[in-house]
């Protein structure tokens, strides 16, 4: 299982994909399979072994833009192809690491075990990579939505064995809880990027007098001391949020947390009116919706992406093509039923789930 070189598992906050590992591991372990983590030297997941490269994760190298830090993806795959080398008891890798580690792995030969790459990003984002990709026979790849398989290029769908929805600890047993009391905020949690869409999410709470708060790292950055005392940097992220979301920020009307930690995100988020997504890209996944469905919150947002999938317009949330349309629709999931979020979120996203599903696609990958 390759968690790749940015951040420990579990990450212990901000960490899209190293908590999706952490969420996977133990039931797959449940359902006996072995696994050998590839990740940083401090991750802390109960693991038959781990192997590492980095003692501890890399993300703070994200200063700059992700395509010009150069040698960490490569130095940590190499991990990947030396333990394939020295060793005969790896039957397949499942893959997480985006685009340049895929390209490693991808050259490896035709002894060497398949590999199970699953697609967390935005594929246009690397067309160099994925627009001409040649699994060379061993390399096949899932979505995290079936949104993200369609709209995949062509080169790449011919290497997909399907969608597995995301999954979260928080859903198991969550139709059993009591739905939690709410509180009059909004809730959008996430990396502040052009992507998750913030500087419409401010703008609207700011014309439309509702309270907005903001969860999640800028760059690499968890909180505004830290980004004070980074000064001028690369990150195209840092300027987008100094741009269009910090002028917005008043500590009263918007506010802007940093990264928040369970189980105070938790909190955060279950005492939320709603989780606000107003996407600009096409969220391949999305983590934080089926935490807040799980949380009972409903999800308001644009119907991008993975968002259709996962919400059920009128009963878990409300989804809309029109910008304008968000704030009305904030006010209407006021009266939605938390406990049917819950109901959902119970039935459709756990850990559980989530990994029968994978252990169907090494078997199909293990007898392509
Ligand atoms: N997260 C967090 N604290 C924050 C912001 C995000 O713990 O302040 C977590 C969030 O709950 C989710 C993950 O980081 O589990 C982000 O994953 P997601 O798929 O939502 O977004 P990505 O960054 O992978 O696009």
Known sequence: MNAGPWLSVPPGGYGGIENIVATLVPPLR?????????????????????????????????????????????????????????????????????????ATLAALGRHDPPVLHTLHWDLHKHPE?????????????????????????????????????????????????????????VVILGRITPGKGQDLGVRLAHQHGFDLILAGPVGPYHSAADLAAAGSTDNPDVAYFREKVEPYVDGWRVRWLGTVRPPARDDLVASARAVLAPLRWAEPGGT????????????????????????????????????????????????????????????????????????????QVLAS
């Open 129 to 185: 990579l994925y627009g001409t990709f040649d699994g060379g026979g061993r390399v096949w790849v899932n979505g995290v939505s079936a949104d993200q398989i369609a709209r995949a290029p062509e080169a790449l769908r011919a290497h997909a064995v399907g969608h597995v929805h995301l999954a979260t600890p928080l859903a198991e047993g969550a139709h059993l809880r009591r739905p939690p009391e709410k509180g009059g905020h």
């Open 288 to 363: 934080f919706v089926v935490e807040a469905l799980a949380l009972g919150t409903p999800v308001v947002g644009l119907a991008r992406g993975c968002l259709p999938e996962l919400v059920d317009h009128g009963r878990t949330g409300y989804l809309t093509e029109v910008d304008d349309e968000l704030p009305d629709l904030l006010e209407a999931a006021a009266k939605l039923d938390p406990a049917e979020s819950m109901r959902d979120a119970a039935a459709r996203f756990t850990p559980a789930l989530m990994a029968s599903r994978y252990v169907e696609l090494y078997r």
């Open 30 to 102: 449940d359902l006996g399979v072995e696994v050998v983590l590839v990740s940083v030297g401090d991750s802390t997941l109960e693991v038959d072994e781990l192997l590492s490269v980095f003692p501890v994760g890399q993300f703070r190298q994200l200063q700059r833009p992700y395509n010009q830090v150069n040698g960490v993806v490569p130095a940590h795959q190499h991990a990947v192809v030396r333990a394939l080398r020295e060793r005969s008891d790896i039957d397949l890798v499942h893959d997480h690491v985006e685009a340049a580690g895929l």
